[in-house]
C-alpha cells in the first residue's frame, strides 16, 4: 500500500489542525493504520492508532483527549484532528499502516507515507 499524508503547517499553541493520510493499493480495510511522529534528535514515537473497521482507537498519554485519529475505509483515509496543541507537538507527522493488529511500535508497520511537518509556535 502506498501512503500519503499531508495537512500539516504552522500554527499557534492552544490552535487546532488536521492531518490527512491517502491510501493506495492493497485492500485499505486489511491494514491498521497509525500515525507516529518525530522530533529533531528525537526517536520515532507513537501517537495513534485505529484498528482495520475503525472500532477500536488507542492514544499516546501525551496527546489524549487533545487528537482524535478516525478513517474512512471507503475513501481509503485515515485523519489525524488535533487540538490544543503545544510547542512539544511539533514534529514530522507520519502515517503508517501494518497487516498486526494492536501494534502502536514503529517497527512492527511495514508501509510508512512521506511526512509532514507540524510546528506549533508559542
Known amino acids: 500500500v502506498q501512503l500519503q499524508a499531508f495537512g500539516g503547517g504552522l500554527v499557534q499553541a492552544g490552535g487546532s489542525l488536521g492531518l490527512s493520510c491517502a491510501a493506495s493499493?492493497?485492500?485499505?480495510?486489511?491494514?491498521?493504520m497509525g500515525w507516529f511522529r518525530q522530533a529533531p534528535g528525537k526517536e520515532r514515537e507513537f501517537v495513534a492508532i485505529?484498528?482495520?473497521?475503525?472500532?477500536?482507537?488507542d492514544y499516546a498519554d501525551s496527546v489524549k483527549g487533545r487528537f482524535t485519529i478516525s478513517r474512512d475505509n471507503a475513501k481509503n483515509m485515515v485523519y489525524l484532528q488535533m487540538y490544543s496543541l503545544k510547542p512539544e507537538d511539533t514534529a514530522v507527522y507520519y502515517c503508517?499502516?501494518?497487516?498486526?493488529?494492536?501494534?502502536?511500535?514503529?517497527?512492527?508497520?511495514?508501509?510508512w507515507g512521506q511526512g509532514t511537518q507540524v510546528t506549533v509556535s508559542s
Open positions: 503508517a499502516a501494518t497487516a498486526r493488529y494492536g501494534s502502536s511500535r514503529p517497527d512492527q508497520y511495514d508501509f
Open positions: 485505529i484498528t482495520f473497521s475503525g472500532g477500536s482507537t
Open positions: 493499493g492493497r485492500t485499505f480495510s486489511t491494514f491498521q
